[in-house]
T-cell receptor, first 115, second 112 residues
Framework: GAGVSQSPSNKVTEKGKDVELRCDPISGHTALYWYRQRLGQGLEFLIY????????KSGLPSDRFSAERTGESVSTLTIQRTQQEDSAVYLC?????????????FGNGTRLTVT | QQQVKQSPQSLIVQKGGISIINCAYE??????FPWYQQFPGKGPALLIAIRPDVSEKKEGRFTISFNKSAKQFSLHIMDSQPGDSATYFC???????????FGQGTRLTINP
């Protein structure tokens, strides 16, 4: 079946511009996550959705970052007034909360470059 | 505060050798410990996972060893192959929680 889909796969933007990153989770997965991965670094948690509510947004680095989710489907991560330090791969994952423990299915990410 | 500490950052192993990656945690509320494998340009994918009620879990050439008293767990890759070259992440989650906390990752290179 279809996996987690992210778009665009690559995005180059000028400093100060706003960007929107999109994630289509696996159908039926109620949990959705955004992570950030800087070059050669680990996975930095940003936000977690259960359905369309976000019980944990503790990882959002600043108020320039926001995310929303429509029902139990598509999510968008918006970065306003982008800065060079925002350059990274943004990974989305989804999981079924019917499982006892989270099995995250990741997309291939959006590589964001801020020039 | 890093809740899961992973080492080494990078590792080079000869083909056929054993690759060992270690993780340590502090939070005793963690009760699920997965390992994820990430190839360049791809998202991480679940490789193998363990719960603290067992000390070892084996799937093919991949084994997790778990030491509850030391709060450590490790991934062993037997007969390492060039196709195992990837970045490996350990992770942990609390009972009933849906959020995973990841280690910093280990870049593994298997030389032919």
């Amino acid at each position: 079946g279809a996996g987690v889909s992210q778009s665009p796969s690559n995005k180059v933007t000028e400093k100060g511009k706003d960007v929107e990153l999109r994630c289509d989770p696996i159908s039926g997965h109620t949990a959705l996550y955004w992570y950030r991965q800087r070059l050669g670094q680990g996975l930095e948690f940003l936000i977690y959705f259960q359905g369309n509510s976000a019980p944990d947004k503790s990882g959002l680095p600043s108020d320039r970052f926001s995310a929303e989710r429509t029902g139990e489907s598509v999510s968008t991560l918006t970065i306003q007034r982008t800065q060079q330090e925002d350059s990274a791969v943004y990974l989305c994952a989804s999981s079924s909360t019917r499982a006892r423990s989270p099995h995250l299915h990741f997309g291939n990410g959006t590589r964001l470059t801020v020039t | 505060q890093q809740q899961v500490k992973q080492s080494p950052q990078s590792l080079i192993v000869q083909k056929g050798g054993i690759s060992i990656i270690n993780c340590a945690y502090e939070n005793t509320a963690f009760d699920y410990f997965p390992w994820y494998q990430q190839f360049p340009g791809k998202g991480p994918a679940l490789l193998i996972a363990i719960r603290p009620d067992v000390s070892e879990k084996k799937e093919g050439r991949f084994t997790i060893s778990f030491n509850k008293s030391a709060k450590q767990f490790s991934l062993h890759i037997m007969d390492s192959q060039p196709g195992d070259s990837a970045t490996y992440f350990c992770a942990a989650s609390k009972r009933g929680a849906q959020k995973l906390v990841f280690g910093q990752g280990t870049r593994l290179t298997i030389n032919p």
